[in-house]
Structures are given as C-alpha cells and as structure tokens.
C-alpha cells in the first residue's frame, strides 16, 4: 500500500488473522485498529526495510503515514 504524509489505511484482515507481517520501504509510524484507523507520527514507528510481526485480531487494519513517500507491504499470516 502506498503511504504519504497523510495517513493511508488498508482493507480489512481476514476472518483467520491474528497476526501480520509489515514492511515498508522507508520509516512509518503506523496503527491497527478497528474501523478505520488513522495513523499519526507518534504511533509505532516501524523502521524502514525491517520486517516486523504484529498481533490483531480478524477484521482490523492497519493505516500508515511517512514523511516522504513510501510503500508498505502487509503480509497476513494465520
């Protein structure tokens, strides 16, 4: 999913997700949450390339923010 300066949210997880695999191509600050999140820089700051697992529960997303550009890849894992 592509991230900005303004906050970008993906679509829900599926019915079996409990937890996911994120990376991004630059550092992000990002949120899981229910509904539809909205992340702000002084969330969880995910460093850039370094792939990191994180519990949530079916249904959730996650939204991301940058301060340049970049690209978040979200990887659903059971």
Not at 49 to 60: D, I, K, L, S
Not at 66 to 75: E, G, N, Q, R
């Amino acid at each position: 999913m592509a991230l900005t300066t303004t906050s970008a949210t993906s679509t829900a997880f599926g019915p079996q997700t409990y937890r996911v695999l994120l990376v991004a191509t630059a550092a992000c600050n990002i949120r899981i949450g229910d509904g539809t999140p909205t992340a702000v820089t002084t969330d969880t700051l995910l460093p850039a390339n370094f792939p990191m697992p994180f519990t949530c529960t079916p249904g959730q997303k996650v939204a991301g923010v940058t301060a340049s550009t970049a690209t978040l890849s979200v990887t659903e894992m059971w």
